[in-house]
């Protein structure tokens, strides 16, 4: 597809995730995604979708995709992509109102991109679209992990607003009334995000081989899935 695009946050940008760490970070987050969400067809809620990096393949498996994304670009760049099973909504997320409940709502690397709340209110904004027993799947940066360490002591800006620690996810999670199922690490790379270095997949083996994703206090990012409560 051509792009003549300022939205960066594509699968087909270079400096967005076509590059060998983006690769390697949609590979991992797809499967996640796909090991929670049920293989039978849901109506998803992609909250800050972005141009569809998972939209994609859950329509393509069948589901129904509503992306919600503040950015008018990526809607564009989706709307070209041209699904029947994707729907879009060009709003901030946390002030829209939704009729129907979800049976998935995913945030794919958008929640240190939702500011103007704390992590509680947005996981009970969450709550909120999701029908009870639905599932909530997202990634999130750890702060307590060596590369967020890294970034400060460089004196880096680092992403501020919803960052946390494993263990503070699952409690503003529990807050929220809901039920963590599962967490995984994420990204013990020493690259940038958008590196297209060729060590990325032998860093991707060592990760794998030494079970770094399961050492979750330092994992750089986290992948985790969640469940409304079923009973209300
Ligand atoms: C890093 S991108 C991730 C996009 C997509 N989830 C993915 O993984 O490819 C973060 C996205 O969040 C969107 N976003 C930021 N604030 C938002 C808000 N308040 N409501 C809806 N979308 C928002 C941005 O426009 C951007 O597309």
């Known amino acids: 597809m051509n792009l003549p695009s300022t939205y960066l ?10 590059n060998a760490m983006g690769r390697y970070k949609t590979r991992r ?13 849901q109506r998803v ?7 569809g990096r998972f939209a994609m393949p859950l329509a393509e498996r069948g589901h129904d995709v509503t992306v919600v994304d503040i950015s008018q670009d990526a809607l564009r760049l989706l709307h070209r992509r041209k699904h029947p099973r994707v729907s879009t909504r060009c709003a901030d997320f946390l ?42 799947v997202f990634t999130a940066l750890n702060s307590r992990s060596w590369r967020h360490a890294l970034h400060t002591l460089r004196g880096r800006k680092c992403v501020r607003y919803n960052v946390a ?30 590196s297209n270095s060729r060590l990325v997949p032998l860093f991707e ?14 994992s750089p990012w986290l992948l985790v ?8």
């Open 29 to 41: 987050e797809l499967a996640f995604l796909l090991a929670h969400v049920s293989e039978a067809r």
């Open 95 to 136: 002030r829209q109102t939704f009729d129907n409940q979800f049976d998935v709502v995913i945030a794919i690397e958008s929640i240190p991109s939702f500011t103007s709340v704390t992590l509680e209110d947005l996981f009970a904004k969450i709550h909120s679209v999701l029908r009870p027993g639905g599932r909530f």
């Open 225 to 232: 899935a969640a469940q409304r409560s079923s009973i209300e």
């Open 165 to 194: 620690g494993p263990t503070d996810y699952q409690t503003a999670l529990r807050k929220a009334g809901f039920e963590l199922l599962s967490m995984d690490g994420l990204m013990w790379m020493p690259f940038a995000v958008t």
């Open 9 to 18: 946050w594509d699968i087909e940008n270079p400096k967005g995730y076509a």
């Open 45 to 51: 809620m992609d909250a800050g979708g972005g141009s």
């Open 205 to 218: 083996s060592i990760e794998r081989a030494l079970h770094l994703n399961r050492w979750l206090g330092q």
